[in-house]
């Protein structure tokens, strides 16, 4: 199951925290609050009072650009894991002279939510002014950039490790591999910082960059038009997760819609330029041959993106093609996408549904429409029935999410009975 926002960054309810903004109703920059209700959105409910029974107790959803965890004898800048040096984007055009989208590095903690920024115009003329920590926001993630863990709730680097992106994964929820002294982990961005650029790289333009997605027109969008978030708004971010599959419902204006999200059935506005175009691609049928060895994440992303399958099936598929054995898999891109994608990733597959039953050695469970099986790959699991064997290993099959059979061969000591 996913982590909420929230649970990335560690943060529980009844947790204290200190607001960094002055744009809220029960709280001014620099009061306390204490998170009451985390429903899994980027604005949960926070109360003013540390004792929610308390007769003055006052709630309100604040976004958690707002507020840091209060950490006694730390600064703010210190409790929400910033740096002096550390680069940031200006995410509102508020009372200040700057605008909005203007880089800007902090320079100077003087203890206060409202440290001292310095930029840099084009014709090298610098200018400080104090800024909220609540108006910022960070670099947009690319391989390069520097990246700096916040929390870790899920395994990978410590909390403070620095470190650079090497990869990003938005299959699902936007992933980040980071690399720190030749060691690689994934992480979601959402438990990160990224905090500068990559070597000899550009400062970021205000100028939108082009998708490398298919997208469609404002007025090409139809009520019920499916879409996958691909990307966060510069301001006023929406809070769909990156990989959720959203539904047009109506227009907003000229760069923006209103959509459902499939999560958690919530209605929010969105630039159409960051959501990818789910077309009405027909599934088809593919059998995978091989995979290219060493380039297992590479690969698992290619079929999850192909497949549309989860990452326990798609770690199902790549293992057994790897160990040798053909595996027919469901396909919802276009026969053109498909070619580029698994080419890419170094997956050789031929069309259609390839079988070969004389490989498979018939046994007791195979013709048993009640023995089955939990099959557990990195704590998840699926249901599976043993079909056979190939090689002394045993095949396994099961159902995915449209009902198509799929097979893999299997390592027994993943296989659980359903009797055990």
Not at 218 to 231: A, F, L, Y
Not at 249 to 258: A, M
Not at 308 to 318: D, H
Request: hydrophobic fraction near 30%.
């Amino acid at each position: 199951m996913a982590q909420s926002p929230c649970q990335l960054l560690g943060y529980t309810e009844g947790m204290e925290f200190v607001v960094c903004h002055d744009r809220n109703d029960i709280a001014s920059a620099g009061d306390h609050v204490w998170l009451h209700d985390d429903d899994s959105s980027r604005e949960p409910e926070f109360r003013n009072k540390e004792n929610e029974d308390d007769e003055n107790v006052a709630v309100e959803y604040i976004s958690l650009r707002d507020v840091v965890p209060y950490i006694s004898g730390k600064s703010p800048v210190q409790s929400g894991g910033y740096k002096e040096g550390d680069k940031f984007i200006l995410n509102e055009d508020d009372d200040h002279h700057w605008e909005e989208g203007t880089e800007v590095t902090l320079i100077y903690d003087d203890g206060s939510t409202c440290p001292k920024f310095e930029k840099t115009d084009k014709d090298g003329t610098k200018d400080t002014t104090w800024l909220y920590l609540g108006e910022l926001r960070q670099l947009e993630p690319k391989v390069g950039r520097k990246v700096r863990v916040l929390a870790n709730t899920s395994g990978g680097h410590e909390a403070g490790t620095e470190g650079i992106i090497t990869e990003i994964d938005s299959h699902d929820e936007l992933q980040l591999m980071i690399k720190t002294h030749d060691t690689f982990f994934w992480h979601a961005i959402g438990s990160c910082l990224v905090y500068d650029y990559a070597a000899q790289e550009q400062p970021e333009s205000n100028e939108k960059e082009k998708a490398t997605y298919p997208t469609k027109l404002p007025h090409e969008w139809k009520e019920g038009d499916k879409g996958i978030v691909r990307g966060q708004q510069k301001h006023d971010e929406h809070h769909f997760k990156m990989g959720e599959e959203i539904i047009f419902v109506r227009p907003r204006d000229s760069e923006r819609g209103i959509f459902m999200g499939t999560q958690y059935k919530s209605t929010q506005n969105i630039e159409y330029s960051l959501i990818e175009v789910v077309g009405d691609v027909v599934s088809y049928k593919v059998t995978l041959l091989s995979v290219t060895q060493g380039n297992a994440v590479a690969c698992i992303k290619a079929i999850r993106t192909a497949s549309g399958l989860g990452l326990a099936e798609s770690k199902g598929i790549y293992d057994a093609v790897s160990l040798g054995a053909r595996v027919p898999m469901s396909v919802v891109i276009s026969s053109e996408t498909l070619n580029q994608l698994f080419k890419e990733a170094g997956i050789d597959y031929t069309p259609g549904e390839e079988i070969q039953p004389e490989e498979l050695t018939a046994t007791s469970d195979a013709t048993s429409s009640e023995k089955t099986y939990k099959y557990f790959i990195d704590g998840d699991s699926i249901e599976v029935a043993l079909v056979g064997y190939f090689d002394g290993e045993p095949i396994c099959a099961y159902k995915d999410r449209w009902g198509d059979i799929q097979t893999f061969v299997a390592k027994a000591s993943l296989l659980v009975s359903d009797d055990d």
